[in-house]
């Protein structure tokens, strides 16, 4: 039998190297996808992004890009409040040349405040929000029970940030004695129903929800779903010009922000937003129509229940049960609302803006303070005039 020298029987290192190879960086595991039904409410599915959101994209290291997309945000809604303000303004001027001691009727009021809002402001504010690209949430389906469970959080809102707004007021009168105008009471008051209903119920919620949901959260989004939600709201807040509007507006916008970024589909909050405007504008009007408001005053001074029961009147009745079913409402959206805060999910975003970034270049930009300055503006305008 022929010897075979030692060398034979030992493998070189190269050998053993392709023999049995060795992983220097083994493939990374993705992040794990929440399943379908895992978070009941509001929607289980993640976003779909150009990069998947189990893979973060690295943000942009040049923000100069994002700025300059928010400033062009906040320079298009600033122009609907700009574009909005001064044809109304020049109506009014020339009906006022025109015939001095002419009142105009209820209706035509309302006529000459949304015509130049939503035939020419919001176009022209929407014309320069549409040069930046805008990418949809994917579209998922709301169950009637679900949209039920946040229209009564949305109530709550609108309460919530109502009665917050009524405690600021009250302070700035007491501390400072300045008073702020509440539109929705000259609303509510102020007579015509239909047209009021028109505007408030219609044009309105479809108007709004085009520029402050699908618009600006479509082109914030890809920054950071949080900052699209929270930034959107303020906005909607802020253009009401008002502090007695402007808490509740927030509150309701975030909701119905996080919605639409959930849902993608823009029906679920016009619904959402007609439904609210319908109970929080529209009914009382109805119910407070022909309304003796001294009487309601004086009944408060009374403490006789049999003298209270006979100053009631059907209307009255109504009218009070109305308050109280808001009220019960607003009490159960409160409890939704602590029950399922805990399930509200933020998914990375392609661009998302790296942390301690995000005030400087959302709200520090040309735009952004044009918008904030004229909101501002507005809103010490509405008390001065008291």
Known sequence: MEERPEEYFEESAQEQELAEPRMQNP????????????????????PMYPCPPQQPCQPAPDLRESRKDFSTMGLGVFMILLAANLLQTAVGIVLVMANPAY????????????VPMYAVAMPVGMAVIWTIPAQSP???????????????????????????????????????????LNPVEDVVLGGGILPM?????????????????????????????????????????????NLSQLFYAFAVGLVLGYVYLRSGKLRYTIGLHMAVNFLGSVVPAILMDGLDLDALG??????????????????????YGYAMGMVCLAIVGLVLLVLYAGRVRFYPAPMELPRGTGFRTIWLNPGMILLVLACAGSIVLMCLVT
Request: aromatic share 12%.
């Open 298 to 319: 004086f009944m408060s001074t009374i403490t006789d229940p049999e003298a209270i029961f006979e100053l009631l009147t059907p209307q009255l009745l109504g009218y």
């Open 103 to 114: 009142e105009l009727p209820g209706w035509l009021e309302w006529v000459l405040t949304a």
């Open 197 to 241: 209903a028109i505007v408030t119920v219609l044009l309105a919620p479809v108007f709004e929800e085009l520029v402050f949901r699908k618009f600006l959260i479509d082109r914030m989004r890809c920054y950071g779903e949080r900052i699209a939600v929270i930034t959107s709201a303020l906005m909607f807040g802020l253009i009401h010009g």
């Open 138 to 180: 994917e579209p998922q389906k709301i169950g009637t029970g679900k949209l039920l469970v946040i229209l009564l959080i949305c109530i709550a809102c609108m309460y919530g940030g109502n009665l917050f707004g009524i405690l600021v007021t009250t302070l700035m009168e007491l501390l400072f004695g300045v008073t702020s």
């Open 27 to 46: 493939p990374r595991e993705p992040a794990p996808v929440p399943p379908q039904g895992q978070y009941p409410f509001p929607y289980p599915q993640q």
